[in-house]
């Protein structure tokens, strides 16, 4: 793993993130969700940071708001050193090259009119001066790097498996040779038995590449076997940051621990046994988020000053950083 007296490639600074719902022309009657909200960390070069959290918590929207698909309400994105948060569309280009992103969906994500050539060569035409012929024998090699066959390349993505589909969406973000990828999702429509296949294709390419990783997942397990470091996302914020073995062995915030609980536990008698501290309640409506700590309506542990103040992440140790009153 990545020291974290390596330079960052990535650094987030009090990003924010926010939708604004009815009343448009008038602003006092406008509803703000804030699907970012003051989200700092950093991605270190060669390292993956797995970002995990309950469905709408906001991980997939800071993905794009670091790729620069959202415009950013507020804060700061540097790409190794450089700030591209308010780069116009001409100075964007290289760094476009640069942030390839998986999507969720593979069957969504690939036009269903371009069969795999179109696919794989029109990042080449814009980000790589290549010929046709040299485009063509890099799309067939990179077919047969993600499990593929070069004379697939003729096919279009209806004659593909949702696998197969997402092993060609990983094809095209090597395509152009960037630096850091975002994968939003990348295993969570796919069959469980295809999952792992994935998975150990993108570590082994990024070991063949020197790659950086954003992996957002709702899969805890997966995470834990893909990711350097992770963080946690609770509505919009994070709670907790830490090594991916550390973050399993001493969760400290009461949501980490609830969701790492959460986990199933193959063994029937080993679940019965064990008396671990489950979620309560609902989440909070995005539009309506409690004072304080967004999680304490929820939490076992909620104190007074939890509704009074936001907690920030401090440091339990050199690598372990959490956002609670009362973590222990």
Do not use: W
Not at 50 to 75: D, H, N, P, Q, W
């Amino acid at each position: 793993m990545p020291s974290t007296k390596t330079q960052p490639l990535i650094r987030i600074e009090n990003l924010k993130k926010y939708f604004y719902s009815g009343g448009n022309i008038i602003a006092s009657k406008r509803k703000t969700l804030k699907a970012v909200d003051d989200v700092t960390f950093e991605i270190y070069k060669g390292e993956t940071f797995g970002l995990v959290g309950e469905s709408g918590c906001g991980k997939s929207t800071l993905a794009r708001s670091i790729a620069r698909m959202y415009t950013v309400t507020g804060g700061h994105v540097y790409y190794d050193n450089r700030e591209i948060t308010r780069l116009k569309r001409a100075e964007l280009k290289p760094y476009n090259k640069k942030m390839q992103f998986i999507f969720q969906d593979p069957y969504s994500a690939l036009n269903p009119y371009f069969n795999v050539k179109d696919i794989l060569l029109e990042p080449m035409r814009i980000h790589l001066n290549l010929t046709k012929n040299e485009m063509l024998k890099k799309a067939e090699a990179l077919l047969e790097r993600v499990g593929l066959h070069s004379s697939d390349i003729s096919k279009h993505p209806n004659e593909f498996s949702g696998g197969q589909r997402q092993r060609i969406g990983i094809a095209r973000a090597l395509s152009v040779d960037p630096e850091f990828i975002l994968c939003d999702e990348p295993i969570s429509a796919l069959d469980v038995s295809i999952q792992a296949q994935v998975v150990n294709a993108l570590i082994d390419i990024q070991a063949e590449r020197n790659l950086t990783y954003l992996f957002v997942a709702h899969d805890l397990s997966m995470v834990k076997h893909i990711s350097d470091r992770i963080g946690v996302m609770y509505l919009g914020r994070l709670v907790e940051i830490a090594p991916g073995a550390e973050l399993y062995k001493n969760p400290i915030h009461p949501y980490t621990q609830a969701l790492l609980n959460s986990i199933p536990i193959p063994d029937p008698k080993r679940a019965k046994q064990t008396h671990a501290q489950r979620l309560s309640g609902e989440v909070p409506s995005p539009f309506n988020i409690p004072t304080g700590c967004s999680f304490r309506p929820r939490c076992p542990i909620s104190t007074p000053v939890c509704a009074e103040q936001v907690p920030r992440l401090q440091s339990v140790n050199e690598m372990h950083i959490a956002a609670c009153h009362n973590a222990r």
